[in-house]
C-alpha cells in the first residue's frame, strides 16, 4: 500500500449557450450592451482556463453548446479555440447535444480536434484511460431534433464491470417532476439501476443535485440570460474515488451576475423619502458587486400595501428617478472595477390593497376584473389584435405559455388601476 487513493477529476459543464442574446433586456447604454454580448464567451474561456489550471483527466458536455441548430460562427470558432487549447493541454473532451443545438446537418458545423468526442443520436459508451491508469466508461447520446419525448436513458447500458468508474452523460428533463416532458424524460430511480458512479446531466439552467447515490447533477448553464437566471454561474470540477461519494466543487465562470431583490417600500411622504429608500436598496446591490467582485445587472421590486401616498409619489416620479439613477452609475462605473447597472425599478401591489378610497367604488372596479378575469371571450378580444399581429407570431407567439402570458398582463392591469387611482385620488387632495 503506498497510501495513494486512485481517483478521477474531470470538469462538469452543460449549457453554454455560446451565441445567446439578451435581446429581452431593456438595455439602453452602449457599454453595457457590448459587454453583455461578450459575456458568455468570456465566462467559457474562464471555464477552459481552469479546465488547463488544475489538470483534470478530462472534460464532459451535457448539451447545449450553442443556442441554436444553426450555431453562429463567432460562436463556433470561440467553440473550437476553446477545444484545442484542451487538447494542447492533453485533456480530451466528452460531449453531447442538446435541445437547442441539435445536430440536424453537421455540414454546418466546424470539424474540431481530435482530441472532441461526440456521441451520436443512439446511446453508446466511449471509453479512456487516465494518466493515472484509471478507466472510466462515459455513455451518452446527442439529440438528433429539437424534441425528444421517449426516456433514451432505458437503452443505457448497465454499469461495465469491467471499468473503474462508469459515467452517463445526459441532457433532459426529470420526469418524477413537473417537467415539458418533451426533453428526453427520465426518472433518477431508473438511473440509478444502472449502477453508474455519476450522472452528468445537462439542461436546467438552475445547478442542482437530484440524487444523492449515484450523484445526478446539473451544474447549471455558465452565463445568466435574465433575471430568471440570477446568481452566481459556472461549472463543476468532479472527484471521484472507489468507495465514497462524488465530490463537487462549484467553479464560478461568469463575471456577470443578474440581482433582483425584492423588499418592501415603507412609508413615502415626500420625493426625498422615496429617493432614499430606492438608492438604500441600490447600495446593497453595489456592495455586493464589491464583495463577490462580479459584474451586477440590477432590478428592485418594492412591495407595497396600496398605501395612497406612497403609490403616489412612486407614480409620478419612479421612472424619472430610475433614469437619473442609470445615470449616476454610468458615471460610477467609469471608476470602478465592478460595474454595476439598473435595469428596471417595479412596484408589487399586494392582494389586499384598496382599489379606490370610494368603497362603492372600490368593489364595483374589482367586480369588473374579475369578470374580465373568467371571461375568456372578453380577454380574447382584448388581445386580438396582437395575436394577429406577424411579428408576434413568428418571435414571440409560439415561445411563450399562453397562461402564464394572460396572469402576467392581468397583473399589471391591476398594479395600474391602483396606481392610477391613488395618484388621482391624491392629486385632488392635493390640488
Known sequence: MNGVI?????????????????????????????????????????????A?????DFFLIAGDIYHGARATLRAQFAFSNGMQR????????????????FDADADHRLKLPKNVYIFGAEPETKYLSTPAGESVAITG?????????????????????????????????????DGQKRYAPFN??????????????????????????????????????????DGAKGALIVNLAKGVPAEL????????????STRDLGPVNSLDTLRNNIETALHEHIMFAKDEAVNVISRMTFLTDGNEEALYWWNTYA?????????????????????????????????????????????????????????????????????????????????IDPDQFKADILAKAKEKIILEQASYSQEQRRF
Do not use: C
Open 6 to 50: 486512485n481517483m478521477v477529476r474531470f470538469i462538469h459543464t452543460a449549457d453554454l449557450h455560446l451565441d445567446q442574446t439578451f435581446k429581452n433586456l431593456p438595455i439602453k447604454d452602449d457599454y453595457l450592451q457590448y459587454a453583455l454580448s461578450e459575456a458568455t464567451l468570456n465566462s467559457f474561456d474562464n471555464l477552459i482556463q481552469t
Open 52 to 56: 488547463i489550471n488544475e489538470q483534470v
Open 86 to 101: 484542451l487538447a494542447d493541454a492533453d485533456i480530451p473532451v466528452y460531449m453531447i447535444y442538446g435541445n437547442h443545438d
Open 141 to 177: 447520446f446527442s439529440y438528433d431534433q429539437q424534441w425528444i419525448s421517449e426516456d433514451r436513458s432505458e437503452a443505457y447500458p448497465n454499469r461495465d464491470t469491467l471499468v473503474d468508474y462508469h459515467i452517463g452523460l445526459l441532457h433532459g428533463d426529470n420526469s418524477s417532476t
Open 188 to 229: 433518477p430511480s431508473q438511473l440509478a439501476s444502472h449502477g453508474y458512479d455519476y450522472w452528468a446531466l445537462g439542461h436546467i439552467h438552475k445547478g442542482q443535485v437530484i440524487y444523492e447515490n449515484p450523484a445526478m447533477v446539473y451544474p447549471g448553464n455558465i452565463q445568466g440570460a435574465s433575471f430568471k437566471e
Open 249 to 260: 466543487e462549484f467553479i464560478e465562470t461568469a463575471e456577470w451576475q443578474f440581482q433582483h
Open 319 to 399: 421612472e424619472e428617478l430610475l433614469e437619473q439613477l442609470q445615470w449616476s452609475l454610468r458615471n460610477q462605473n467609469a471608476s470602478r472595477e465592478q460595474k454595476v447597472y439598473l435595469v428596471s425599478l417595479d412596484i408589487e401591489v399586494k392582494d389586499q390593497a384598496v382599489w379606490s378610497p370610494s368603497p362603492v367604488f372600490n368593489e364595483s372596479m374589482k367586480q369588473a376584473f374579475e369578470n374580465i378575469v373568467e371571461d375568456t371571450d372578453q380577454y380574447q378580444k382584448v388581445i386580438e389584435d396582437l395575436e394577429k399581429n406577424g411579428q408576434w407570431q413568428r418571435l414571440i407567439g409560439s415561445a
